[in-house]
């Protein structure tokens, strides 16, 4: 079984940073962590995602060049840099582990889930 604890969320003004981070403990056959966001009334998105060995990393369009996944191994731990947040960022963020070498970018594809942090944007 693998644990994801999410933390870094918060409220933030547009234009403004955030890193949030994903700490997994437990049996780790894990090859992919991602990052998804679920909006109120709105379905739950894939945000970024990256190969837990390879270095292999995917975004979602409407992030690209601005929210960076990255990870440190000997922590256990994958972060998500977000900068020049928007508010149609704001969501609860989840991180995601997936047992399969190549990344998902549906929810469907996870195996292991945290239990969310907000992340509010203030225009």
């Known amino acids: ?4 604890v999410e933390s870094g969320g918060g409220l933030v003004q547009a234009g403004g940073s955030l890193n949030l981070s994903c700490a997994a403990s437990g049996r780790t056959f894990t090859y992919v962590m991602g ?3 679920q909006a109120p009334g709105k379905e739950r998105e894939f945000v970024a ?7 292999i990393t995917r975004y979602a369009d409407s992030v690209k060049g601005r929210f960076t996944i990255s990870r440190d ?12 947040l928007k508010p149609e960022d704001t969501a609860v963020y989840y991180c995601a582990a997936a ?6 970018m549906s929810p ?3 195996n292991y889930w945290g239990q969310g942090t907000q992340v509010t944007v203030s225009s």
């Not at 079984?1 to 994801?4: E, F, G, K, R």
């Open 73 to 84: 191994n000997a922590k256990s731990t994958v972060y998500l840099q977000m900068n020049s």
């Open 1 to 4: 079984q693998v644990q994801l």
């Open 108 to 110: 469907g594809g996870y």
């Open 49 to 55: 995602a990256m190969n837990w060995g390879g270095g």
């Open 35 to 37: 990052w998804f966001r």
């Open 99 to 104: 047992r399969i070498r190549q990344i998902p």
